[in-house]
């Protein structure tokens, strides 16, 4: 058999696979793989929306741009002979969205365990209880949560209107103040801590209830219990919560947008990564630098993927006894 009729053989035995995979694999390539190619083009470029027949290669100008101050860099001169000043408010970006990320994921890791353990009890219309807890999962990346949580926070607010009846004085506008304003943001995101405490609670039904009784025919308490059995059983569903939450944080735009009014903050407190990437690529019309910066953000993301999947060897079980 030569190997072109071997080829078309082949394709014959599967067309009707290939077939039903044509749509997934045109929207692949139509929608995911040709806008990746073409972001990474325009990294490279100094591409304006309002200026596209001007576009030129420029390297790395753009990553230079963003990462200049961290080298003593104020400015530099670009491929193209043009003098460019380094950004100022690139690293405070990283800054703020690092910050936001290492408190609130833990803190909504935290959380939605605790509400596992509760929902995880045997009691009449649990099921209500654990609908209701999700609830502020579906809604809270909407506009309208975020609005609300805006109009909570401002000066004349709920939260300023309870603790005012407490007896607290002089409170200030949580939102517009440096000093408060991230907080008010890894709030709301502790608050939709749903997702994470369903599957937290998938991985307890898992559990079997054999190890429980003989830990408490040995003396063991519930908080030995907690830490001996629940833990160590349940470390590859907080490994799974802990990378899929980091990389939701890291691309966290909505809240920061609307509570920020859309500009980062009083003295750029709330400027996340992917707010800042919006506001040059839809604002300032430089598509290659925003191009650049989604670029840096999937390797933040990738690296620290890669380093908790990596350091998971150390502390997720698998019951392999290994």
Same mark, same amino acid.
């Given at each position: 058999?030569?190997? @072109? =009729?071997?080829? *078309?053989? &082949?394709?014959?035995?599967? $067309? #009707?696979?290939?077939?039903? +995979?044509?749509?997934? !694999? ?65 690293? @405070? =970006?990283?800054? *703020?969205? &690092?910050?936001?990320?290492? $408190? #609130?994921?833990?803190?909504? +890791?935290?959380?939605? !365990? ?44 709920l939260v300023n ?39 937290? !609670? ?8 054999e190890y429980y ?98 350091t998971s060897n ?9």
């Amino acid at each position: 058999m030569s190997m @072109k =009729s071997g080829i *078309v053989k &082949f394709f014959r035995r599967n $067309a #009707s696979g290939y077939a039903f +995979l044509t749509p997934w !694999l045109l929207g692949f390539l139509v929608f995911t793989f040709y806008p990746l190619v073409y972001s990474l083009w325009l990294s490279f470029t100094n591409y304006d929306f309002e200026k596209p027949g001007l576009t030129q290669w420029i390297g790395l100008g753009n990553y230079l741009e963003m990462f200049g101050p961290l080298f003593g860099l104020s400015q530099f001169t670009a491929s193209t002979g043009k003098v460019v000043y380094t950004d100022p408010y690139y690293l @405070k =970006s990283l800054s *703020v969205t &690092f910050t936001y990320v290492f $408190a #609130s994921v833990p803190l909504k +890791l935290i959380f939605a !365990l605790a509400v596992a353990m509760l929902m995880n009890q045997k009691l009449r219309g649990m099921s209500l209880y654990r609908a209701v807890y999700y609830i502020p999962t579906l809604l809270g990346g909407s506009v309208a949560i975020a609005i609300l949580w805006r109009r909570l926070f401002e000066k004349d607010g709920l939260v300023n209107g309870v603790l005012g009846v407490i007896g607290f004085t002089n409170l200030p506008s949580w939102i517009t103040d440096p000093r408060y304003a991230l907080g008010t943001l890894v709030l709301l995101t502790v608050w939709q801590f749903g997702s994470s405490m369903i599957i937290f !609670l998938a991985g307890l039904k898992q559990i079997p209830q054999e190890y429980y009784e003989a830990a408490s025919v040995d003396g063991a308490n519930k908080v030995r219990q907690f830490f001996s059995i629940t833990i160590p059983l349940l470390t590859p569903v907080i490994l799974f919560n802990l990378v899929m939450q980091m990389i939701y944080a890291f691309q966290a735009f909505t809240q920061a947008y609307i509570i920020g009014g859309g500009t980062g903050g009083v003295l750029n407190s709330t400027l996340f990564y992917t707010l800042y990437l919006y506001i040059q690529g839809w604002a300032y019309y430089e598509m290659g630098y925003a191009s650049a910066m989604a670029w840096v953000l999937l390797i933040i993301i990738g690296v620290f993927t890669v380093i908790i999947f990596k350091t998971s060897n150390w502390w997720v079980s698998y019951g392999t006894g290994e």
